[in-house]
């Protein structure tokens, strides 16, 4: 499975960003997708995740009602509403798949290559 991920940019404190993220491969099977991120010198940190099967979604505290994940199965496509952006958000993001599993951490099979996204204050 490759995973490409995009939308990232730089927008001002408040603004908003959409993030893309198409999965592709021979017959690849996808539970579930995710957004992780990490800031410079910092560890990647869990965003949020959906469930490819049913739609559940879960996100990180510090996104919880500026954030929106949803999918697009059809297209294989994982997106990622930001609102609301704060400086603390800045970051490149990456996307994450996973065959069977939802968890929080690290423990996914397949990676984006990342995206950077600058909030400026």
């Known amino acids: 499975v490759q995973l490409l991920d995009s939308g990232g940019g730089l927008v001002q404190a408040g603004g908003s960003l959409t993030l893309s993220c198409v999965a592709s491969?021979?017959?690849?099977?996808?539970?579930?997708m995710a957004w992780f991120r990490q800031a410079a010198g910092k560890e990647r940190e869990f965003v949020s995740a959906?469930?490819?099967?049913?739609?559940?979604?879960h996100y990180a505290d510090s996104v919880k009602g500026r954030f929106t994940i949803s999918r697009d199965n059809a297209k294989s496509t994982v997106y990622l509403q930001m609102n609301s952006l704060k400086p603390e958000d800045t970051a490149v993001y990456y996307c994450?798949?996973?065959?069977?599993?939802?968890?929080?951490?690290?423990?996914?099979?397949?990676w984006g290559q990342g995206t950077q996204v600058t909030v400026s204050s």
């Open positions: 994450a798949a996973d065959p069977t599993k939802v968890v929080t951490t690290l423990d996914w099979v397949y």
């Open positions: 491969g021979r017959s690849f099977r996808i539970y579930a």
């Open positions: 959906i469930n490819w099967i049913d739609g559940s979604t």
